[in-house]
Protein backbone atom coordinates (compact mmCIF):
# COMPACT_ATOMS: atom_id res chain seq x y z
CA UNK A 1 0.00 0.00 0.00
CA UNK A 2 1.14 3.20 -1.31
CA UNK A 3 -1.18 5.05 -1.37
CA UNK A 4 -2.56 8.03 1.07
CA UNK A 5 -5.57 10.44 1.26
CA UNK A 6 -4.42 13.36 2.98
CA UNK A 7 -7.83 15.31 4.32
CA UNK A 8 -6.74 19.05 5.27
CA UNK A 9 -8.31 20.95 8.02
CA UNK A 10 -12.02 19.70 7.38
CA UNK A 11 -12.70 22.04 10.87
CA UNK A 12 -16.24 23.38 12.10
CA UNK A 13 -14.51 27.40 11.91
CA UNK A 14 -13.63 26.57 8.46
CA UNK A 15 -17.12 25.97 7.39
CA UNK A 16 -20.60 27.96 7.15
CA UNK A 17 -21.03 29.47 10.51
CA UNK A 18 -17.37 29.16 11.14
CA UNK A 19 -14.95 31.92 12.11
CA UNK A 20 -13.15 31.81 9.17
CA UNK A 21 -15.41 30.43 6.69
CA UNK A 22 -15.38 28.83 3.68
CA UNK A 23 -17.85 29.53 1.26
CA UNK A 24 -19.00 25.80 0.41
CA UNK A 25 -16.90 24.50 2.96
CA UNK A 26 -19.44 21.97 4.43
CA UNK A 27 -20.55 20.98 1.17
CA UNK A 28 -17.32 18.80 0.24
CA UNK A 29 -17.60 16.27 3.41
CA UNK A 30 -19.57 13.51 2.12
CA UNK A 31 -17.95 13.55 -1.64
CA UNK A 32 -14.46 13.14 0.98
CA UNK A 33 -15.85 10.32 2.94
CA UNK A 34 -16.68 8.93 -0.63
CA UNK A 35 -12.93 8.94 -1.56
CA UNK A 36 -11.47 7.61 2.00
CA UNK A 37 -13.20 4.38 0.80
CA UNK A 38 -10.69 4.11 -2.48
CA UNK A 39 -7.58 5.27 -0.54
CA UNK A 40 -5.08 3.08 0.69
CA UNK A 41 -4.30 5.03 3.94
CA UNK A 42 -6.43 7.94 5.02
CA UNK A 43 -4.60 11.13 7.42
CA UNK A 44 -6.36 14.22 8.71
CA UNK A 45 -4.90 17.26 9.59
CA UNK A 46 -6.18 19.77 11.94
CA UNK A 47 -5.59 23.09 12.28
CA UNK A 48 -4.77 23.58 16.52
CA UNK A 49 -3.75 27.05 17.77
CA UNK A 50 -2.90 28.39 21.23
CA UNK A 51 -5.44 30.79 22.40
CA UNK A 52 -3.67 34.55 21.15
CA UNK A 53 -1.66 32.72 18.27
CA UNK A 54 0.57 35.03 16.36
CA UNK A 55 -1.28 34.37 13.41
CA UNK A 56 -4.71 35.77 14.56
CA UNK A 57 -4.98 39.38 13.66
CA UNK A 58 -6.37 40.34 17.39
CA UNK A 59 -2.77 39.94 18.30
CA UNK A 60 -1.57 43.25 16.09
CA UNK A 61 -2.54 46.53 17.03
CA UNK A 62 -4.49 48.37 14.44
CA UNK A 63 -4.65 44.97 12.30
CA UNK A 64 -7.58 43.61 10.77
CA UNK A 65 -8.31 40.18 9.63
CA UNK A 66 -6.57 39.61 5.97
CA UNK A 67 -3.78 42.29 6.06
CA UNK A 68 -0.44 40.80 5.55
CA UNK A 69 2.44 41.61 8.37
CA UNK A 70 5.91 40.72 8.31
CA UNK A 71 7.06 38.31 11.33
CA UNK A 72 10.18 37.19 11.43
CA UNK A 73 9.96 34.12 9.23
CA UNK A 74 8.33 36.11 6.23
CA UNK A 75 4.95 37.51 5.43
CA UNK A 76 2.03 36.51 7.01
CA UNK A 77 -1.87 37.02 6.35
CA UNK A 78 -3.34 37.61 9.70
CA UNK A 79 -6.65 35.84 10.68
CA UNK A 80 -9.60 35.80 12.84
CA UNK A 81 -9.07 33.74 15.98
CA UNK A 82 -10.14 30.31 14.61
CA UNK A 83 -9.17 26.64 15.19
CA UNK A 84 -8.29 27.43 18.59
CA UNK A 85 -7.33 24.47 20.85
CA UNK A 86 -10.11 22.47 22.23
CA UNK A 87 -13.03 24.75 20.75
CA UNK A 88 -15.93 23.74 19.22
CA UNK A 89 -14.09 25.40 15.92
CA UNK A 90 -11.46 23.01 16.14
CA UNK A 91 -13.31 20.23 15.84
CA UNK A 92 -13.67 18.30 12.26
CA UNK A 93 -17.12 19.04 10.74
CA UNK A 94 -19.67 16.22 12.37
CA UNK A 95 -20.48 14.75 9.24
CA UNK A 96 -16.75 13.76 8.83
CA UNK A 97 -15.18 10.40 8.95
CA UNK A 98 -12.83 10.16 11.32
CA UNK A 99 -13.10 6.78 12.19
CA UNK A 100 -11.11 5.94 8.76
CA UNK A 101 -8.24 8.67 9.79
CA UNK A 102 -4.94 6.14 10.55
CA UNK A 103 -3.51 9.12 11.87
CA UNK A 104 -4.62 13.34 12.72
CA UNK A 105 -1.71 15.49 12.58
CA UNK A 106 -2.09 18.89 14.35
CA UNK A 107 -0.38 21.97 13.18
CA UNK A 108 -0.39 25.54 13.95
CA UNK A 109 0.52 24.72 17.57
CA UNK A 110 3.59 27.00 18.49
CA UNK A 111 2.30 30.41 19.27
CA UNK A 112 4.80 32.45 17.21
CA UNK A 113 4.51 30.14 13.84
CA UNK A 114 1.54 29.61 11.41
CA UNK A 115 1.38 26.36 9.71
CA UNK A 116 -0.40 26.05 6.45
CA UNK A 117 1.45 23.28 5.04
CA UNK A 118 1.02 19.71 6.43
CA UNK A 119 4.72 19.00 6.16
CA UNK A 120 6.32 22.24 7.43
CA UNK A 121 5.33 25.49 9.71
CA UNK A 122 5.27 28.73 7.45
CA UNK A 123 9.19 29.34 8.21
CA UNK A 124 9.05 26.62 5.32
CA UNK A 125 12.19 24.62 7.33
CA UNK A 126 10.29 23.58 10.88
CA UNK A 127 9.41 19.83 10.16
CA UNK A 128 5.69 18.76 11.26
CA UNK A 129 6.75 14.97 11.29
CA UNK A 130 4.49 14.00 8.23
CA UNK A 131 6.84 13.25 6.00
CA UNK A 132 8.75 11.07 8.41
CA UNK A 133 5.36 9.05 8.75
CA UNK A 134 4.84 8.21 5.44
CA UNK A 135 8.65 7.76 4.34
CA UNK A 136 8.21 5.05 7.01
CA UNK A 137 5.06 3.52 5.96
CA UNK A 138 6.31 3.33 2.25
CA UNK A 139 3.74 5.76 1.11
CA UNK A 140 4.23 7.86 -2.11
CA UNK A 141 1.52 8.87 -3.90
CA UNK A 142 -0.57 12.04 -2.27
CA UNK A 143 -4.35 12.79 -2.86
CA UNK A 144 -5.55 15.85 -1.35
CA UNK A 145 -8.53 17.03 -0.51
CA UNK A 146 -10.05 19.83 1.86
CA UNK A 147 -9.50 23.04 2.99
CA UNK A 148 -8.55 26.02 1.91
CA UNK A 149 -7.11 24.87 -1.28
CA UNK A 150 -5.27 28.38 -1.43
CA UNK A 151 -3.71 27.51 1.66
CA UNK A 152 -3.46 24.66 3.19
CA UNK A 153 -4.43 22.62 0.37
CA UNK A 154 -2.03 24.54 -1.89
CA UNK A 155 1.03 24.82 0.74
CA UNK A 156 0.54 20.90 1.23
CA UNK A 157 0.73 19.79 -2.23
CA UNK A 158 3.83 22.11 -3.16
CA UNK A 159 6.13 20.92 0.02
CA UNK A 160 4.72 17.20 -1.06
CA UNK A 161 5.80 17.67 -4.74
CA UNK A 162 9.21 19.30 -3.26
CA UNK A 163 9.76 16.29 -1.35
CA UNK A 164 9.27 13.90 -4.31
CA UNK A 165 6.09 12.71 -3.69
CA UNK A 166 3.56 11.78 -6.57
CA UNK A 167 0.81 14.48 -6.10
CA UNK A 168 -3.02 15.02 -6.62
CA UNK A 169 -5.15 17.42 -5.88
CA UNK A 170 -8.72 16.56 -5.78
CA UNK A 171 -9.92 19.84 -6.87
CA UNK A 172 -13.38 18.98 -6.54
CA UNK A 173 -13.19 17.89 -3.06
CA UNK A 174 -11.55 21.05 -2.23
CA UNK A 175 -12.98 24.67 -1.43
CA UNK A 176 -10.57 28.36 -1.42
CA UNK A 177 -10.82 31.54 0.09
CA UNK A 178 -9.30 33.19 -2.72
CA UNK A 179 -7.95 36.45 -1.02
CA UNK A 180 -5.72 39.18 -2.78
CA UNK A 181 -5.28 36.57 -6.08
CA UNK A 182 -4.14 33.64 -4.15
CA UNK A 183 -6.36 31.20 -6.14
CA UNK A 184 -4.56 32.00 -9.08
CA UNK A 185 -1.64 31.88 -7.67
CA UNK A 186 -2.29 28.77 -6.10
CA UNK A 187 -3.30 27.16 -9.29
CA UNK A 188 -0.03 28.51 -11.07
CA UNK A 189 2.41 26.89 -8.70
CA UNK A 190 0.66 23.94 -8.08
CA UNK A 191 1.26 23.38 -12.07
CA UNK A 192 4.75 24.71 -11.92
CA UNK A 193 5.32 22.06 -9.84
CA UNK A 194 3.47 19.48 -11.73
CA UNK A 195 1.28 18.37 -9.15
CA UNK A 196 -1.97 16.78 -10.51
CA UNK A 197 -5.26 18.50 -10.65
CA UNK A 198 -7.82 16.34 -10.91
C1 LIG B 1 -5.96 27.85 6.97
C2 LIG B 1 -5.75 30.12 7.18
C3 LIG B 1 -5.38 29.97 8.50
C4 LIG B 1 -6.30 26.70 6.09
C5 LIG B 1 -5.56 27.69 8.27
O1 LIG B 1 -6.66 25.61 6.60
O2 LIG B 1 -6.23 26.88 4.85
N1 LIG B 1 -6.03 29.07 6.43
N2 LIG B 1 -5.28 28.76 9.04
ZN1 LIG C 1 -4.94 28.59 11.10
Redesign the pocket.
Known amino acids: MTHALIV??MQND?CPGGA?AVAGGDGIVAGINAEMARAGAVILTQ?WHPAGHS?FASQHQGRAPMDTVLLPYGAQVL?PD??VQGSLGAEFHADLNTDRADMILRK?FRPDI?S?SAFFENDQITPTGLDGYLRTRGITELDFAG??KD???AWSALDAARLGYKVRVLRELCRG?DINGSMARAYEDLRAASVGLV
Open positions: IDFLDSWHCGDYLAFCVI
